[in-house]
């Protein structure tokens, strides 16, 4: 049972995982978009930093290159002059700075290596934001087409202002004229009136009648027996 409980209550925290990103989609998107170009903006400090890095490794290196140069040529100088001492003396500092150069070449090679991927990760993310900032506004555009046609549908499937507007005018057109109800209202009471004068007309003798009476029928009585 519990079980049961675990695997539904897991179930519907996924749909409302899922309903809260289909709600929240463009803000995520935004949000998504907006980590990843902090991210950038990063890669690129530690770029211009590498550079920074191997512009002064190649300077030191170009340094040691031109004293080690120096101290070649002031060697040969001592050795030909006898000074088996001196030559020595620069020969051991020559050493020296060969060592420090060799181990700046690895570093510079080493710096090289990690600008070339880092380059090539920064020109690759650039594009997949620019492709990102795309698709956000593609997104943009069909969420608000999807709410046109969501309305537009409500409108077309259910209640609508629409509809509401034909039932009045419906309901305006189909409703009695109270100026034509007025005229017929007095055509009856005019034929009321003149019915009436024909009526009493009629009873006091002059023309004929215009109701059956018991007389009448009476009479009829009499002149069938």
Not at 99 to 105: Q, S, V
Not at 106 to 133: C, F, M, P, V, Y
Not at 134 to 157: D, Y
Not at 181 to 209: H, K, S, Y
């Amino acid at each position: 049972m519990f079980g049961t409980l675990k695997t539904l209550f897991a179930g519907a925290n996924a749909r409302a995982e899922e309903q809260l990103k289909d709600t929240y989609a463009i803000e995520l998107i935004d949000q998504k978009i907006r980590e990843a170009s902090a991210s950038l903006k990063a890669a690129k400090l530690s770029l211009a930093s590498m550079f920074q890095q191997q512009r002064n490794e190649q300077r030191q290196a170009d340094a040691l290159e031109a004293k080690i140069a120096d101290m070649m040529d002031r060697a040969g100088e001592a050795l030909k002059e006898g000074r088996q001492d001196l030559a020595e003396t620069a020969a051991q500092a020559i050493a020296e700075m060969e060592n420090e150069l060799t181990i700046r070449k690895q570093t510079l090679t080493r710096l090289e290596q990690r600008i070339l991927q880092l380059r090539g990760s920064i020109e690759r993310a650039h594009r997949r934001i620019t492709d990102l900032k795309q698709g956000a506004l593609a997104a943009r555009a069909t969420r608000r087409e999807q709410a046109l046609q969501k309305g537009l549908t409500r409108h077309v499937g259910g209640d609508s202002p629409m509809e509401e507007a034909e039932a009045l005018i419906a309901r305006v057109m189909e409703r009695a004229d109270p100026f034509e109800q007025g005229e017929i209202l007095r055509e009856i009471d005019g034929d009321l009136g003149a019915e009436r004068i024909a009526e009493q007309l009629a009873e006091a003798g002059f023309g004929p009648q215009t109701r059956s009476t018991a007389a009448d029928v009476l009479n009829r009585l009499k002149a069938e027996n």
